[in-house]
Protein backbone atom coordinates (compact mmCIF):
# COMPACT_ATOMS: atom_id res chain seq x y z
CA UNK A 1 0.00 0.00 0.00
CA UNK A 2 1.49 3.12 -1.43
CA UNK A 3 1.18 6.67 0.99
CA UNK A 4 -0.26 9.98 -0.31
CA UNK A 5 -0.38 13.25 0.61
CA UNK A 6 -4.04 15.29 0.20
CA UNK A 7 -3.74 18.96 0.64
CA UNK A 8 -7.35 19.67 0.07
CA UNK A 9 -8.17 22.98 -1.02
CA UNK A 10 -7.32 26.33 0.47
CA UNK A 11 -9.60 27.96 3.10
CA UNK A 12 -9.58 31.74 3.45
CA UNK A 13 -6.13 31.55 1.83
CA UNK A 14 -2.93 29.69 1.02
CA UNK A 15 -1.70 27.59 3.79
CA UNK A 16 2.03 28.26 3.88
CA UNK A 17 2.70 24.72 5.38
CA UNK A 18 1.29 23.12 2.26
CA UNK A 19 4.69 23.37 -0.14
CA UNK A 20 7.22 22.36 3.06
CA UNK A 21 5.09 19.38 3.63
CA UNK A 22 4.89 18.31 0.05
CA UNK A 23 8.60 18.70 -0.03
CA UNK A 24 8.71 16.36 2.95
CA UNK A 25 6.37 13.99 2.20
CA UNK A 26 8.61 13.27 -1.20
CA UNK A 27 11.98 13.11 1.12
CA UNK A 28 10.37 10.84 3.07
CA UNK A 29 9.22 8.21 -0.23
CA UNK A 30 5.36 9.49 -0.50
CA UNK A 31 4.46 8.02 -3.89
CA UNK A 32 2.16 10.99 -4.63
CA UNK A 33 0.24 14.00 -3.59
CA UNK A 34 -2.93 15.64 -4.38
CA UNK A 35 -4.76 18.90 -4.26
CA UNK A 36 -8.30 19.57 -4.42
CA UNK A 37 -10.91 22.53 -5.45
CA UNK A 38 -14.21 23.46 -4.20
CA UNK A 39 -15.42 26.99 -4.91
CA UNK A 40 -12.22 28.95 -3.81
CA UNK A 41 -8.82 27.96 -5.24
CA UNK A 42 -8.32 25.96 -7.83
CA UNK A 43 -6.64 22.17 -7.69
CA UNK A 44 -3.88 22.95 -10.64
CA UNK A 45 -2.17 26.04 -10.03
CA UNK A 46 -1.22 24.77 -6.44
CA UNK A 47 -0.10 21.35 -8.10
CA UNK A 48 1.92 23.30 -10.47
CA UNK A 49 3.53 24.95 -8.01
CA UNK A 50 4.51 21.89 -5.97
CA UNK A 51 5.22 20.41 -9.17
CA UNK A 52 8.49 22.53 -9.70
CA UNK A 53 9.97 23.20 -6.07
CA UNK A 54 10.00 18.83 -5.75
CA UNK A 55 11.22 15.58 -8.76
CA UNK A 56 10.19 12.74 -7.74
CA UNK A 57 6.66 12.58 -6.06
CA UNK A 58 3.44 11.68 -8.14
CA UNK A 59 1.28 14.84 -8.55
CA UNK A 60 -2.62 14.06 -8.49
CA UNK A 61 -6.39 16.46 -8.58
CA UNK A 62 -8.58 14.76 -5.62
CA UNK A 63 -10.32 16.29 -6.87
CA UNK A 64 -10.74 18.43 -10.20
CA UNK A 65 -14.58 19.15 -10.51
CA UNK A 66 -15.80 18.92 -14.07
CA UNK A 67 -18.73 21.18 -13.84
CA UNK A 68 -15.38 23.60 -13.78
CA UNK A 69 -13.57 23.31 -17.11
CA UNK A 70 -15.22 21.28 -20.08
CA UNK A 71 -13.31 17.67 -20.57
CA UNK A 72 -11.00 19.18 -23.39
CA UNK A 73 -9.90 22.16 -21.08
CA UNK A 74 -9.25 19.82 -17.99
CA UNK A 75 -7.18 17.57 -20.88
CA UNK A 76 -4.90 20.78 -21.52
CA UNK A 77 -4.65 20.74 -17.66
CA UNK A 78 -3.49 17.68 -17.31
CA UNK A 79 -1.19 17.03 -20.51
CA UNK A 80 0.80 20.44 -19.95
CA UNK A 81 1.85 19.65 -16.51
CA UNK A 82 2.23 16.57 -17.22
CA UNK A 83 5.00 17.51 -19.85
CA UNK A 84 6.41 20.40 -17.03
CA UNK A 85 6.49 17.51 -14.15
CA UNK A 86 8.56 14.75 -16.55
CA UNK A 87 5.53 12.68 -16.46
CA UNK A 88 4.42 12.60 -13.15
CA UNK A 89 0.49 13.82 -13.58
CA UNK A 90 -2.50 12.18 -11.94
CA UNK A 91 -5.98 13.46 -13.19
CA UNK A 92 -8.69 12.72 -10.50
CA UNK A 93 -12.24 14.26 -11.40
CA UNK A 94 -15.51 14.59 -9.73
CA UNK A 95 -19.01 15.72 -10.36
CA UNK A 96 -19.53 17.54 -7.17
CA UNK A 97 -22.77 18.26 -6.43
CA UNK A 98 -26.35 20.10 -7.37
CA UNK A 99 -25.88 23.12 -5.10
CA UNK A 100 -21.85 23.52 -6.45
CA UNK A 101 -22.62 22.57 -10.23
CA UNK A 102 -25.35 25.10 -10.23
CA UNK A 103 -25.11 26.92 -7.42
CA UNK A 104 -20.99 28.04 -8.56
CA UNK A 105 -20.35 27.02 -12.05
CA UNK A 106 -23.84 28.27 -13.20
CA UNK A 107 -24.70 25.42 -15.27
CA UNK A 108 -27.55 22.39 -14.88
CA UNK A 109 -26.54 19.11 -12.83
CA UNK A 110 -26.82 16.54 -15.35
CA UNK A 111 -29.87 14.58 -15.45
CA UNK A 112 -27.92 11.38 -16.54
CA UNK A 113 -24.80 11.87 -14.30
CA UNK A 114 -23.18 8.51 -15.28
CA UNK A 115 -23.86 9.38 -19.21
CA UNK A 116 -22.24 12.64 -18.29
CA UNK A 117 -19.28 11.22 -16.52
CA UNK A 118 -18.44 8.72 -19.20
CA UNK A 119 -18.68 11.03 -22.40
CA UNK A 120 -16.65 13.36 -20.24
CA UNK A 121 -14.08 10.46 -19.35
CA UNK A 122 -14.65 9.28 -22.99
CA UNK A 123 -12.89 13.18 -24.78
CA UNK A 124 -10.21 13.50 -22.48
CA UNK A 125 -8.83 9.83 -23.14
CA UNK A 126 -9.04 10.99 -27.30
CA UNK A 127 -7.26 14.11 -26.37
CA UNK A 128 -4.31 12.31 -24.79
CA UNK A 129 -4.47 9.16 -27.62
CA UNK A 130 -4.45 11.96 -30.18
CA UNK A 131 -5.13 9.66 -32.76
CA UNK A 132 -7.46 11.48 -34.74
CA UNK A 133 -9.43 14.60 -34.35
CA UNK A 134 -12.07 14.64 -31.04
CA UNK A 135 -15.05 13.39 -31.90
CA UNK A 136 -18.47 12.67 -29.77
CA UNK A 137 -21.85 12.88 -30.86
CA UNK A 138 -22.89 12.92 -27.05
CA UNK A 139 -25.69 13.86 -24.83
CA UNK A 140 -23.93 16.42 -22.58
CA UNK A 141 -20.59 17.07 -24.05
CA UNK A 142 -20.59 17.07 -28.10
CA UNK A 143 -17.61 17.37 -30.11
CA UNK A 144 -18.13 19.64 -32.22
CA UNK A 145 -20.70 21.36 -30.40
CA UNK A 146 -23.92 20.68 -32.39
CA UNK A 147 -26.69 22.53 -30.44
CA UNK A 148 -29.57 24.52 -32.11
CA UNK A 149 -27.80 27.41 -30.48
CA UNK A 150 -24.69 26.80 -32.67
CA UNK A 151 -23.28 28.10 -35.49
CA UNK A 152 -22.78 25.05 -37.18
CA UNK A 153 -19.04 26.04 -37.47
CA UNK A 154 -17.36 23.86 -35.29
CA UNK A 155 -14.59 21.74 -36.65
CA UNK A 156 -13.40 18.80 -35.14
CA UNK A 157 -9.61 19.16 -33.74
CA UNK A 158 -7.41 17.13 -31.95
CA UNK A 159 -4.52 19.03 -29.59
CA UNK A 160 -1.71 21.19 -31.38
CA UNK A 161 0.57 19.59 -28.43
CA UNK A 162 1.58 16.31 -28.13
CA UNK A 163 0.61 14.85 -25.09
CA UNK A 164 3.45 12.99 -23.24
CA UNK A 165 1.60 10.03 -22.18
CA UNK A 166 -1.11 8.73 -23.59
CA UNK A 167 -2.15 6.22 -20.62
CA UNK A 168 -1.89 9.58 -18.41
CA UNK A 169 -3.85 7.92 -14.99
CA UNK A 170 -7.12 9.14 -14.60
CA UNK A 171 -9.16 8.85 -11.48
CA UNK A 172 -12.61 9.03 -10.51
CA UNK A 173 -14.64 10.41 -7.33
CA UNK A 174 -17.46 8.29 -7.32
CA UNK A 175 -20.17 8.04 -4.30
CA UNK A 176 -23.34 6.00 -5.70
CA UNK A 177 -22.75 2.36 -5.99
CA UNK A 178 -23.73 2.93 -10.45
CA UNK A 179 -21.24 5.38 -10.28
CA UNK A 180 -18.06 3.17 -8.52
CA UNK A 181 -19.44 0.06 -10.54
CA UNK A 182 -19.09 2.60 -13.70
CA UNK A 183 -15.31 3.96 -12.89
CA UNK A 184 -14.02 0.39 -12.55
CA UNK A 185 -14.75 0.04 -16.40
CA UNK A 186 -13.87 3.63 -17.61
CA UNK A 187 -11.02 5.05 -15.15
CA UNK A 188 -7.45 3.76 -14.13
CA UNK A 189 -8.81 3.85 -10.27
CA UNK A 190 -11.28 5.69 -7.52
CA UNK A 191 -11.16 8.01 -5.10
CA UNK A 192 -13.59 7.20 -2.30
CA UNK A 193 -14.47 10.42 0.17
CA UNK A 194 -15.11 7.52 2.97
CA UNK A 195 -13.62 4.23 3.39
CA UNK A 196 -13.68 2.36 6.67
CA UNK A 197 -11.25 -0.65 6.26
CA UNK A 198 -13.85 -2.48 8.76
CA UNK A 199 -16.81 -2.37 6.53
CA UNK A 200 -16.04 -3.02 2.74
CA UNK A 201 -18.72 -4.94 2.55
CA UNK A 202 -20.46 -1.38 1.73
CA UNK A 203 -18.48 -1.58 -2.00
CA UNK A 204 -18.08 -4.99 -2.53
CA UNK A 205 -21.07 -5.36 -5.29
CA UNK A 206 -19.71 -2.61 -7.20
CA UNK A 207 -16.05 -3.78 -7.48
CA UNK A 208 -16.96 -6.92 -8.48
CA UNK A 209 -14.48 -7.78 -10.98
CA UNK A 210 -11.94 -5.24 -10.34
CA UNK A 211 -9.27 -4.96 -13.24
CA UNK A 212 -6.22 -5.60 -12.47
CA UNK A 213 -3.73 -2.77 -11.62
CA UNK A 214 -6.90 -0.67 -10.56
CA UNK A 215 -6.23 2.09 -8.32
CA UNK A 216 -8.21 2.20 -4.81
CA UNK A 217 -7.05 5.03 -2.89
CA UNK A 218 -9.07 6.20 -0.32
CA UNK A 219 -8.32 9.69 1.94
CA UNK A 220 -8.24 9.09 5.37
CA UNK A 221 -7.25 11.98 7.80
CA UNK A 222 -4.08 11.45 10.17
CA UNK A 223 -2.75 12.47 12.97
CA UNK A 224 -0.47 11.53 15.84
CA UNK A 225 -1.61 12.49 19.37
CA UNK A 226 -2.38 11.48 22.80
CA UNK A 227 -5.92 12.27 23.05
CA UNK A 228 -8.04 10.65 20.53
CA UNK A 229 -10.85 12.34 20.88
CA UNK A 230 -9.69 15.99 20.44
CA UNK A 231 -7.81 14.22 17.31
CA UNK A 232 -11.14 13.60 15.86
CA UNK A 233 -12.25 16.87 16.31
CA UNK A 234 -11.22 18.14 12.87
CA UNK A 235 -12.59 15.10 11.15
CA UNK A 236 -16.09 15.72 12.85
CA UNK A 237 -15.78 19.04 11.98
CA UNK A 238 -15.29 17.92 8.51
CA UNK A 239 -17.96 15.62 8.47
CA UNK A 240 -20.48 17.89 9.80
CA UNK A 241 -19.78 20.69 7.10
CA UNK A 242 -19.89 17.69 4.15
CA UNK A 243 -22.91 15.66 5.67
CA UNK A 244 -24.86 18.77 6.76
CA UNK A 245 -23.89 21.54 4.39
CA UNK A 246 -22.55 19.93 1.28
CA UNK A 247 -25.56 18.97 -0.69
CA UNK A 248 -29.66 19.85 -0.52
CA UNK A 249 -31.74 18.23 2.44
CA UNK A 250 -33.19 15.99 -0.18
CA UNK A 251 -30.28 15.30 -2.33
CA UNK A 252 -26.82 15.04 -0.44
CA UNK A 253 -24.26 12.40 -1.49
CA UNK A 254 -22.31 12.61 1.60
CA UNK A 255 -25.04 12.18 3.70
CA UNK A 256 -26.57 9.15 1.50
CA UNK A 257 -22.87 7.52 1.55
CA UNK A 258 -23.17 7.82 5.66
CA UNK A 259 -26.03 6.12 5.94
CA UNK A 260 -25.34 3.48 4.07
CA UNK A 261 -22.08 2.95 6.30
CA UNK A 262 -24.73 1.78 8.76
CA UNK A 263 -24.95 5.68 9.88
CA UNK A 264 -28.60 6.60 8.43
CA UNK A 265 -30.22 7.83 11.74
CA UNK A 266 -26.79 9.90 12.69
CA UNK A 267 -26.80 11.33 8.91
CA UNK A 268 -30.08 12.95 8.70
CA UNK A 269 -29.77 14.09 12.63
CA UNK A 270 -26.68 16.00 11.17
CA UNK A 271 -28.51 16.94 8.06
CA UNK A 272 -31.08 18.22 10.41
CA UNK A 273 -28.97 20.35 12.58
CA UNK A 274 -26.93 21.71 10.15
CA UNK A 275 -29.45 23.45 7.67
CA UNK A 276 -31.34 25.02 10.88
CA UNK A 277 -27.95 27.01 11.74
CA UNK A 278 -26.63 24.64 14.45
CA UNK A 279 -23.44 24.03 13.08
CA UNK A 280 -21.76 23.26 15.99
CA UNK A 281 -24.69 21.01 17.55
CA UNK A 282 -23.99 19.17 13.85
CA UNK A 283 -20.30 18.75 14.16
CA UNK A 284 -20.80 17.23 17.94
CA UNK A 285 -23.60 15.00 16.37
CA UNK A 286 -21.15 12.66 14.12
CA UNK A 287 -20.43 9.91 16.09
CA UNK A 288 -16.99 9.51 17.64
CA UNK A 289 -17.08 6.09 16.18
CA UNK A 290 -17.54 6.82 12.27
CA UNK A 291 -14.59 9.59 12.31
CA UNK A 292 -12.79 7.04 14.16
CA UNK A 293 -13.26 4.33 11.80
CA UNK A 294 -12.42 6.51 8.86
CA UNK A 295 -9.31 7.91 9.91
CA UNK A 296 -5.80 7.29 11.56
CA UNK A 297 -5.75 9.39 15.08
CA UNK A 298 -3.99 8.68 18.21
CA UNK A 299 -0.61 7.44 19.61
CA UNK A 300 1.90 5.82 17.57
CA UNK A 301 0.96 2.35 18.73
CA UNK A 302 -2.78 2.87 18.07
CA UNK A 303 -2.20 4.30 14.83
CA UNK A 304 0.22 0.88 13.93
CA UNK A 305 -2.38 -1.55 14.56
CA UNK A 306 -5.45 0.59 12.89
CA UNK A 307 -2.86 0.93 9.75
CA UNK A 308 -2.68 -3.03 9.58
CA UNK A 309 -6.47 -3.16 8.87
CA UNK A 310 -6.11 -0.67 5.71
CA UNK A 311 -3.37 -2.93 4.97
CA UNK A 312 -5.15 -6.11 4.62
CA UNK A 313 -7.62 -4.87 2.38
CA UNK A 314 -8.23 -3.64 -1.20
CA UNK A 315 -6.92 -0.28 -0.88
CA UNK A 316 -3.51 0.41 -3.28
CA UNK A 317 -3.18 3.92 -2.08
CA UNK A 318 -3.86 5.86 1.33
CA UNK A 319 -3.83 9.37 1.07
CA UNK A 320 -3.24 10.98 4.64
CA UNK A 321 -4.58 14.68 5.13
CA UNK A 322 -1.94 14.79 7.64
CA UNK A 323 -1.67 18.19 9.37
CA UNK A 324 2.03 17.85 10.32
CA UNK A 325 5.83 16.67 9.62
CA UNK A 326 5.91 14.48 13.07
CA UNK A 327 2.41 12.27 11.51
CA UNK A 328 3.75 12.01 8.15
CA UNK A 329 7.25 10.29 9.46
CA UNK A 330 5.36 8.00 11.60
CA UNK A 331 3.22 7.12 8.96
CA UNK A 332 6.44 6.23 6.31
CA UNK A 333 8.36 4.31 9.06
CA UNK A 334 4.74 2.42 10.26
CA UNK A 335 4.12 1.78 6.27
CA UNK A 336 7.79 0.50 5.71
Known amino acids: MRLGLALGYWGRGPDPAHLDLAVEAENLGYDSVWTAEAWGSDAFTPLTWIAAHTSRIRLGTAIAQMAARSPTATAMHALTLDHLSGGRMMLGLGLSGPQVVEGWYGRPFPASPLTATREYVDVIRQVLRREAPVALDGRFHSHPYRGEDGTGLGKALRPITHPLRADLP ?167
Not at 204 to 228: H, N, W, Y
Not at 256 to 272: H, S, V
Not at 307 to 335: I, M, Q, S
Open 170 to 336: LLLGAEGPKNIAQTTRIADGWLPLYWSPTRTDVYQASLTGVPEGFVIAPMARAKVCDDVAEGLLPVKAMLGFYIGGMGHAARNFHADLMARMGYEEEARRIQELFLAGRKEEAVLAVPDAFADEISLIGPRERIAERLELWRKGPVTDLLLTAPDPHTLRVLAELNS
